[in-house]
Structure formats: structure tokens, C-alpha cells
């Protein structure tokens, strides 16, 4: 799919017509979104929606992640899982794309299905992008809990959860209730993976922490060290699995040797931190005072 320069064309003729990007502020479901081109290369898209940056794409290489935290996804996941796996991927929270467009091209076998709330920025980021098609990539509209409990058992080997409403992720989709679809559909060796956004207190990443590793017998979590010792707003990613984690011994090298240094936690770890946070429920769920990050049986 080619490429069209900024000022050739309206937006709306541009996502009409399917030619490729053009910079712009573009009405949407959920508000308004804005397309714009990288500064620093001729190839690259900023999206922002609802004046939030979301993605970033580059058009010439797939595996260019601009953004830290995907970058750590990317390496958590090819810890675990061989470039020859028929890796089948879910992804809650769209945007641009930008994930599912990474691991198409690493795992050339996987089949991957992103869903996206937002219709009208679907319709968008396949106008502009050069997004692989079904079977490889399907670009599902709906709720991201609702399409994963619509899903079949044992149909996912990774899920990774993107979604904000925001800065913060809707309750539905971080409590436990949540975790058990989620796990129904992950297989028995799954991975699940998760983006949390927090402020310096970590009151959220801590009782997710506490949620994931409620429900998984292993967990690990990767952030950069001024973001897990509290000193600002950020990502922290967490991921549980029932089979253990972040076995690959290059894996903590590969995160300290990116722009911005991460550190892998381990399972104890995880758990400590998460200690004492209560498990997030679905509202009029479980006992709001229950502490987490316990073993599963």
C-alpha cells in the first residue's frame, strides 16, 4: 500500500480511497484522533487519540517500536516463544496497530486477532496502514471483555491487554472475574500480558500484581527502574502464565540494552510487591478487603 504525502487530499478522502496516510485530526467513535508525521523519520506515524499519544508506526520496518513498553512486550514474548511457532495472538486495544504488525512479521506462521472498540479508527489505521489481512491479521470491532469471553477454549497461546479509557485501563478488564475468560481461552502453556499505566504511588500496578498472580503460577513484571522505585508516571508490564517465565537467561541483557533500561522481576518478586493489595473485582464481586498475590492451587 503506498504512501500519500500530507496535503494530498482531505482525511476523509484519504480513509475513503485507502492510499495511505495523511496527517490530520479525524472525528472517530470515541472522540477525535490525530495523525502525524514523525519528525525525525520520513517513514514514521505518530496517532494520538483523544489528545493521548497511542501508536506509532513505521511504514518501512515493522519490528521499529517507538515506544519503550512494546519493546518489552516484544522481548517477553520472543523469550518464550521460537520465531517457527504458529503463534496464535489476541489483542485487546488496537490503535495502530502497532504490536500486531511487529509480530506478523517476527512470527510469519502466527494468526493474530486485534480488537479495537473504536469502528471509525478501525476503519482508519486499515486505511492507512499496510496492515497483513486475514488469516494472518483480522481487525475486530467490539468490547474487548465481550469478545474475549466470546472466544473459544484453548483457541490463544499469547493475549496482551492495551486497553485505556484515558490514562487507566476500564475495571472490567483487569479484574479476576476477567482473568478466568482469559485464561479459559489461553491454552495451557498461554501467556497473558498486560500494560499498566501508573502514577508514582503504584497503587494500581500493585493490585494488579496482585490479581494476575492470584490467578497464574507464574508472573514476572518489566519497568524501568525509576518507574518501579515510584519516581513517576509510566508502564509497568506484567505477565502471568501457569508454565514458568522469562526462562531465556539473554532476556534481562536484552532489556537492560534498549534507550531506556528495564528491569525483569521475577515471580517472588512480583508477589512481594503485589502483598497486601486487595484482588480487583468486578463490582458487587468478591470481598474488596481480600489481599492477593497468592499462590494458586
Same mark, same amino acid.
Given at each position: 500500500?503506498?504512501? *500519500?504525502?500530507?496535503?494530498?487530499?482531505?482525511?476523509?478522502?484519504?480513509?475513503?480511497?485507502?492510499?495511505?496516510?495523511? #496527517?490530520?485530526?479525524?472525528?472517530?467513535? !470515541?472522540?477525535?484522533?490525530?495523525?502525524?508525521?514523525?519528525?525525525?523519520?520520513?517513514?514514521?506515524?505518530?496517532?494520538?487519540?483523544?489528545? %493521548?499519544?497511542?501508536?506509532?508506526?513505521?511504514?518501512?520496518?515493522?519490528?521499529?517500536?517507538?515506544?519503550?513498553?512494546?519493546?518489552?512486550?516484544?522481548? @517477553?514474548?520472543?523469550?518464550?516463544?521460537?520465531?517457527?511457532?504458529?503463534?496464535?495472538?489476541?489483542?485487546?486495544?488496537?490503535?495502530?496497530?502497532?504490536?500486531?504488525?511487529?509480530?506478523?512479521?517476527?512470527?510469519?506462521?502466527?494468526? *493474530?486477532?486485534?480488537?479495537?472498540?473504536?469502528?471509525? @479508527?478501525?476503519?482508519?489505521?486499515?486505511?492507512?496502514?499496510?496492515?497483513?489481512?486475514?488469516?494472518?491479521?483480522?481487525?475486530?470491532?467490539?468490547?474487548?471483555?465481550?469478545?474475549?469471553?466470546?472466544?473459544?477454549?484453548?483457541?490463544?497461546?499469547?493475549?496482551?491487554?492495551? %486497553?485505556?479509557?484515558?490514562? *487507566? !485501563?476500564?475495571?472490567?478488564?483487569?479484574?479476576?472475574?476477567?482473568?478466568?475468560?482469559?485464561?479459559?481461552?489461553?491454552?495451557?502453556?498461554?501467556?497473558?500480558? %498486560?500494560?499498566?499505566?501508573?502514577?508514582?504511588?503504584?497503587?494500581?500496578?500493585?493490585?494488579?500484581?496482585?490479581?494476575?498472580?492470584?490467578?497464574?503460577?507464574?508472573?514476572?513484571?518489566?519497568?524501568?527502574? #525509576?518507574?518501579?522505585?515510584?519516581?513517576?508516571?509510566?508502564?509497568?508490564?506484567?505477565?502471568?502464565?501457569?508454565?514458568?517465565?522469562?526462562?531465556? #537467561?539473554?532476556?534481562?541483557?536484552?532489556?537492560?540494552?534498549?534507550?531506556?533500561?528495564?528491569?525483569?522481576?521475577?515471580?517472588?518478586?512480583?508477589?512481594?510487591?503485589?502483598?497486601?493489595?486487595?484482588?480487583?473485582?468486578?463490582?458487587?464481586?468478591?470481598?474488596?478487603?481480600?489481599?492477593? #498475590? *497468592?499462590?494458586?492451587?
Amino acid at each position: 500500500m503506498g504512501r *500519500q504525502r500530507p496535503g494530498k487530499g482531505t482525511p476523509s478522502e484519504a480513509s475513503a480511497t485507502g492510499n495511505g496516510p495523511v #496527517a490530520g485530526r479525524y472525528e472517530i467513535d !470515541t472522540g477525535t484522533c490525530e495523525l502525524l508525521p514523525d519528525q525525525f523519520s520520513s517513514t514514521g506515524w505518530l496517532l494520538k487519540i483523544n489528545g %493521548v499519544h497511542s501508536s506509532h508506526i513505521d511504514l518501512a520496518d515493522p519490528r521499529e517500536l517507538d515506544f519503550e513498553y512494546m519493546r518489552w512486550i516484544a522481548a @517477553l514474548v520472543e523469550s518464550r516463544f521460537p520465531a517457527d511457532t504458529k503463534l496464535r495472538a489476541l489483542h485487546l486495544g488496537g490503535g495502530a496497530c502497532s504490536m500486531a504488525r511487529y509480530f506478523a512479521d517476527a512470527y510469519p506462521a502466527a494468526r *493474530q486477532v486485534v480488537v479495537e472498540l473504536d469502528g471509525k @479508527l478501525a476503519e482508519l489505521v486499515r486505511g492507512w496502514f499496510d496492515l497483513p489481512r486475514a488469516p494472518l491479521m483480522r481487525l475486530r470491532v467490539g468490547e474487548a471483555r465481550e469478545v474475549t469471553e466470546s472466544l473459544s477454549t484453548d483457541s490463544r497461546d499469547l493475549i496482551i491487554r492495551d %486497553v485505556f479509557a484515558g490514562d *487507566q !485501563t476500564p475495571v472490567p478488564l483487569t479484574s479476576a472475574e476477567f482473568l478466568v475468560h482469559a485464561k479459559r481461552v489461553l491454552a495451557a502453556d498461554g501467556l497473558y500480558v %498486560v500494560n499498566c499505566g501508573d502514577s508514582p504511588d503504584l497503587l494500581t500496578a500493585r493490585r494488579e500484581a496482585a490479581t494476575i498472580a492470584s490467578a497464574f503460577r507464574h508472573t514476572a513484571i518489566v519497568a524501568d527502574p #525509576a518507574m518501579l522505585k515510584g519516581r513517576r508516571y509510566g508502564n509497568i508490564i506484567i505477565a502471568g502464565s501457569d508454565v514458568p517465565l522469562a526462562g531465556d #537467561a539473554s532476556l534481562p541483557r536484552t532489556l537492560l540494552g534498549g534507550a531506556m533500561p528495564a528491569h525483569l522481576w521475577d515471580d517472588p518478586k512480583v508477589r512481594s510487591f503485589g502483598r497486601g493489595s486487595a484482588v480487583i473485582h468486578d463490582p458487587g464481586m468478591g470481598d474488596a478487603g481480600s489481599s492477593g #498475590a *497468592q499462590q494458586p492451587t
